[in-house]
Each structure stands twice: as C-alpha cells, then as structure tokens.
C-alpha cells in the first residue's frame, strides 16, 4: 500500500468520496438500498391523524407520561420512528405466539426442576 503524503492528502479525499458515491450508486441498483431518511418530526395535529385518534385523545396520553413526547416552549413534538415503536408495544399476541411462549416457559421449568 503506497503512503500518501500531506499534499496528496486532499485527492485521496476526493477519490474516496466519488468511490463511495459509486458504491452507493451499485448498492441501490442492485438491492434496492435507499440511504435512511432522516425521522420525521409531528405536531399533535400530525401525531393525531398518524394514530388516528383525537387531538384531545393526544393531550390525554401525555399527560398520562403515556406517549413518547419532546416539549420546546409549550409545543409539543413526536418522532414517527417513536410513536410506530410505541404502536408495536401494544401488539397482543396470537394464540398460537401464546401457545409457544407457554411451551417455552414450561420446558425452562422443567429443565430446572430435574
């Protein structure tokens, strides 16, 4: 591997820059990769037409500690990464989820108790 010195310092920069660009440009024709885009940030309008329920419903969970909420001079602002995290918290389970959690639980037991 050849050392590069100060003054050269600057290209290499740059060639690993548009290398990077072309890696990115192959990854996206090839698997579909789409860089991450950055979390959308919602009012508690936003936030109510997201969950579908009321705006009042909104200012009740907060006030319940319930939803993932950041306040900045008397507004308040949710993370949509958030709010779909705190959808998936609320997930029931299906009986047959249930039915292995309950298979699981009971041979730990039953390897401990032997």
Known sequence: MEK????QLPGAVSLLHS????I????????GYKPPEP???LTVEQCAE??????????????KNELPVMKRSKRCY?????LLNYLKQGKKKSAAEIATSIEVYLQGKRKGGK
């Open 19 to 22: 290398r990077m660009d072309s």
């Open 39 to 41: 979390d959308e940030l």
């Open 50 to 63: 997201f969950l579908s329920i009321s705006v009042q419903t909104v200012y009740g969970l907060i006030a």
């Open 24 to 31: 990115e440009a192959i990854l996206e024709n090839l698997s």
């Open 78 to 82: 949710f993370l949509k990464s958030e």
């Open 4 to 7: 590069i010195t100060f003054d």
